[in-house]
Structures are given as C-alpha cells and as structure tokens.
C-alpha cells in the first residue's frame, strides 16, 4: 500500500451531461404541477376576493366600524335610493295577520315606516328589505331559526292591504311595516330599538357587466322608543 492517492476506476462509464430546461419550459412544468382542481379553486377564489376588494365590496365592514350619523323620528331620512319616515316602533307577541304568524314564546319587533323610492328604476323586496337592520338580540328568521343581527332581514308589509312588500315603483311612496321576529324567551323586552339603514348604489357588475343594486352600506341610523302594540 503505497502513499499515493488511487483514483476511482471509469473505464467502460458513460458520462451524463444535465441539458439547461429553457426558463418557458420551466414555466410551463411549474404550471402544470399547480394546476390541480384544488389550486384553481384556492386561485378562482383570491381573484374573486381581490376584485370585490377593489370595487368597494369590503367597503361596508369599514364604514360600519365608525360612528354614524343619527336621524330623528320627526324627519325624513334619506340613503340612496330611498327617502324614510320612522313614525312608530311596536312589539307583539300575538298573531296579527298570517304574513306575522307566531309561535309561543315569539315576539315580533315591528317597525312603521313611510318609504318612498327616490331613484328613476325600481328598487327590488330582496334590495327594500336588506336597506333595514335593527339592533336586538336573539333574533329569527323565517324559519324560527336563531339570525344574526346583521344578516337578519325583516318581514316588509304593506300596510294598505297586509301583504308582502314587492318591488317599489320609481316616485312611489308606500306605508310599510318592517318585523323582526325575536325569540321572548331568551331577550329581555328592550325600552327602544335602534334601526340602521343601508344605502344601494347602482352600477355595473364588475363580473359581468350588467347593472344592479350593490355595495350595501351603512348610512345612518335612527332610535324608536318601543311600546306594546295594542
């Protein structure tokens, strides 16, 4: 065994040379490896996030984090499209037509309101109805299912002949009774209540283009004392 270093034997041992992968090709590899069911929803899901954020959808948890402005009951509050009138707020806990049928231990929050349509088109029940939320707890919804206050939709009446709410005319002016049903049980009976109202502006869908009522926001909001109705 000598001092001298010993090489490993190559002979007969084919040589491999790595051939460079162009930086498109690269690209595409990457690409595909991502492009898995999973990885396009996750990435579908973030351009939806991203282009609501940037046409002012998450417009309303900002403005609803800040102080509003109040209105009074003896005054018209206006938040586009929709001129209001509070006049009245009532609670109940018996049956008073069937569009406000109830259950033991129910209670309904009925708000009266003047509303007119201010805007050149008609204003939709689904857009009239999320104009309105009230501050209580325990509230239900159609199902007598427990509702958040924030996402809890009120019962629209006519109050001209007992039905539900439809589409408002533009200029048209129409008494409604706006009800939230409460579970009695569970709420102590509150001395006023307090109405927040949503404003609607119509735009174009940033999705499809078509036109429509979007970015619910709030606008201003309006305390009632509350009494029994009787």
Do not use: C
């Amino acid at each position: 065994m000598s001092g001298e270093e010993t090489k490993p034997d190559t002979t007969g041992t084919d040589t491999v040379e790595e051939t460079p992968v162009p930086p498109l090709l690269r690209f595409v590899m990457l690409f595909k490896d991502l492009a898995k069911p999973t990885n396009l929803f996750v990435i579908a899901g973030l351009l939806v996030v991203g282009m609501v954020a940037l046409t002012g959808g998450l417009k309303q948890v900002d403005t609803a984090e800040k102080d509003l402005p109040t209105a009074q009951p003896s005054v018209t509050a206006t938040a586009g499209p929709l001129a209001v009138w509070f006049k009245s707020a009532k609670w109940t806990d018996k049956t008073l037509i069937p569009l406000l049928s109830l259950k033991p231990g129910e209670r309904y929050l009925i708000v009266s309101v003047e509303v007119t349509n201010q805007f050149r088109l008609p204003v939709g029940a689904p857009v009239l109805k999320e104009s309105f939320r009230i501050d209580a707890t325990n509230l239900l919804d159609s199902l007598g299912s427990p509702a958040t206050a924030a996402k809890a939709d009120p019962v629209v009446v006519r109050i001209s002949d007992s039905v539900s709410g439809a589409a408002m005319q533009p200029g048209l002016t129409m008494p409604l009774a706006l009800a939230w049903k409460q579970d009695a049980k569970a709420a102590e009976l509150p001395k006023s209540v307090t109405i927040t109202i949503n404003s609607h502006v119509w735009r174009a869908s940033s999705l499809d283009g078509h036109d429509f009522w979007a970015d619910s926001t709030p606008a201003l909001t309006i305390t009632l004392p509350l009494t029994e109705y009787t």
